[in-house]
């Protein structure tokens, strides 16, 4: 037997070889547009989670009848797919609560800010308060010194009129005068004297060392007894009444009320003790004062004016 190239498997022929080969090749162009088909589907396919009452295994399964045409599938599928979105809902959440957070923060500041005002107002009411208390107890204290003083001075002036009564009751307040005497002056009308604060502080101190002791009445008296020698040697100046009329009464004491009482009722008021000319006066016994016109005695003081 005579040797060959060719080998022989079975009994297929060319033809069937061909055959097959071209049926590989169908079917491997319809795995492909299957493939294709898939793709495609899986594009048009929502990427969205199922609805909850959607049944993921039916949904698949009309699907997959529909794999011949791709329109109806996607239409399967979207009929049977709804699709959630959470951002929009999760934004309103957030939303509602930052307005929430905001509204509350708002009210809190207002509250605080009506509080701040409340006391503010509340303070300002006592500080109100308080003035008008303390402008009420200055008023009280103010009224009430008023009173004080307005009753002081009236019952200076009772004192005053007192004593007028009193000079008036024991004396007889002569025609204007504190005292009444046998001989008295109808003529006698003195003359005003204005003092200096030097010669009225002097004088009062005159006064004091010359009567002191004798209240008012004796002061009233000695008082007079100066103005009148000023009259007569036209002066206003004590020195020169001290120097001329040989006054020996000390200056050095300050002087009580009843000297300052009476240097003001002779000189400020220039009223008078007896209702005649007082020039001169002594205590104990003088043979020469005795020589003189007598007008009065006080307490041992015995009082004359010169004879003419």
Not at 114 to 141: L, Q, V, Y
Not at 288 to 299: C, G, M, R, S, V
């Amino acid at each position: 037997m005579r040797a060959t190239k060719h080998k022989h498997y079975g009994s297929e022929t060319k033809s069937s070889v061909a055959n097959k080969a071209k049926t590989r090749k169908g079917v491997k162009v319809l795995s492909i547009l299957f493939a294709v088909a898939v793709a495609g589907a899986a594009f048009i396919i929502p990427t969205t989670t199922l609805a909850p009452d959607v049944d993921a295994y039916e949904d698949s399964r009309a699907a997959s009848l529909s794999v011949g045409d791709i329109d109806k599938f996607a239409s399967v599928i979207t009929n049977n797919c709804v699709e959630v979105t959470t951002a929009p809902i999760t934004e309103a959440v957030v939303a509602s609560s930052v307005e929430e957070k905001t509204e509350a923060a708002t009210k809190k500041s207002e509250t605080k800010a009506e509080e701040k005002k409340s006391d503010a107002e509340e303070k300002e009411t006592k500080a109100k308060s308080e003035e008008k208390t303390e402008e009420a107890t200055e008023k009280a204290e103010s009224k009430a010194e008023t009173s004080e003083k307005k009753e002081t001075v009236e019952e200076e002036d009772r004192d005053d009129s007192a004593d007028a009564d009193s000079y008036q009751s024991d004396y007889g307040y002569y025609n204007g005068a504190l005292i009444s005497i046998d001989n008295a002056d109808p003529s006698y009308s003195p003359s005003y004297v204005s003092l200096s604060t030097y010669d009225r502080e002097k004088l009062e101190r005159l006064v004091m060392g010359e009567a002191g002791t004798m209240g008012f009445y004796g002061c009233a008296l000695v008082a007079q007894s100066i103005r009148d020698a000023m009259n007569r040697s036209g002066t206003s100046s004590i020195d020169y009444i001290i120097s001329q009329y040989q006054y020996f009464g000390s200056t050095a004491i300050e002087p009580n009320s009843d000297v300052k009482e009476a240097v003001s009722y002779i000189f400020d008021q220039n009223g008078s003790a007896v209702q005649h000319r007082v020039i001169c006066f002594y205590i104990g016994y003088s043979s020469w004062h005795e020589t003189q016109t007598f007008i009065t005695e006080l307490d041992g003081v015995r009082f004359f004016d010169l004879n003419a």
